[in-house]
């Protein structure tokens, strides 16, 4: 959780820095250059992808091509009373650092840092960053949390696996103390077979000596 924590936190500063920074700029739509406003962010660009459409989307209806969205006639009240012909395209030049440029053109004039509504422009794009960056900071503890759900179901089956080797391990005791008892009665048997296979071979020599003897009496009386 502290190490979620402190990836929020350092998140949201780098962010932090690069939302403060609002620059002035221009960008090619097909063949037109049009002024507007570059915005970086430190979010990759797929999500901005996602985001970036979901919150304009309030001003009109968006016309897509590729990186590029547009909203002919986009009313934001904030800004003017007039129509807005926004243009905005999204830029990555490296996979976690996004660029928003964004275009305000109002009655055939783009808004530029000088004009007296600029103050409405940085406030629309820096309430997108806050936008944007609510959503990485969902999109982190859901990534987290998700690892961490994956993590307890590995430590569990481990357990389980563990176990279960713990159950195979008394049952393999059992089978060998068994066969150790088994064994020693065997030894035990084996034992006193031996003693009674060497009575059995002396009673076999006694009585061998007996008979050679009557034999060789049988054989005497005979000559």
């Given at each position: 959780m502290k190490k979620l924590f402190s990836?929020?936190?350092?998140?949201?500063l780098t962010n932090g820095l690069f939302a403060q920074t609002i620059l002035s700029g221009s960008e090619l739509f097909g063949k037109d250059r049009k002024q507007g406003f570059y915005m970086t962010l430190g979010i990759e660009k797929k999500y901005i992808e996602k985001d970036w459409p979901m919150f304009i989307g309030k001003y009109g209806s968006i016309s897509q091509n590729r990186e590029v969205y547009?909203?002919?006639?986009?009313s934001i009240p904030d800004l003017t009373s007039e129509p807005v012909n926004l243009m905005t395209k999204i830029i990555s030049d490296k996979k976690t650092v996004t660029r928003i440029f964004a275009s305000f053109d109002i009655g055939g004039t783009p808004v530029s840092n000088s004009s007296s509504n600029y103050y409405e422009v940085e406030k629309l794009l820096k309430e997108f960053y806050a936008f944007a960056?609510?959503?990485?900071?969902?999109?982190?503890?859901?990534?987290?949390?998700?690892?961490?759900e994956k993590n307890l179901s590995r430590v569990e089956k481990t357990g389980k696996q563990i176990a279960r080797n713990i159950e195979r391990n008394k049952r393999e005791k059992?089978?060998?103390?068994?066969k150790i008892e088994e064994n020693k009665k065997e030894l035990e048997q084996l034992l006193k077979d031996e003693i009674d296979n060497k009575q059995d071979l002396e009673n076999a020599k006694i009585a061998l000596d007996e008979k050679q003897k009557s034999l060789s009496t049988v054989k005497t009386r005979k000559q």
């Open positions: 990836l929020i936190v350092v998140v949201f547009n909203i002919a006639s986009a960056m609510q959503n990485e900071d969902v999109r982190l503890a859901e990534r987290d949390a998700g690892e961490s059992e089978t060998l103390l068994r």
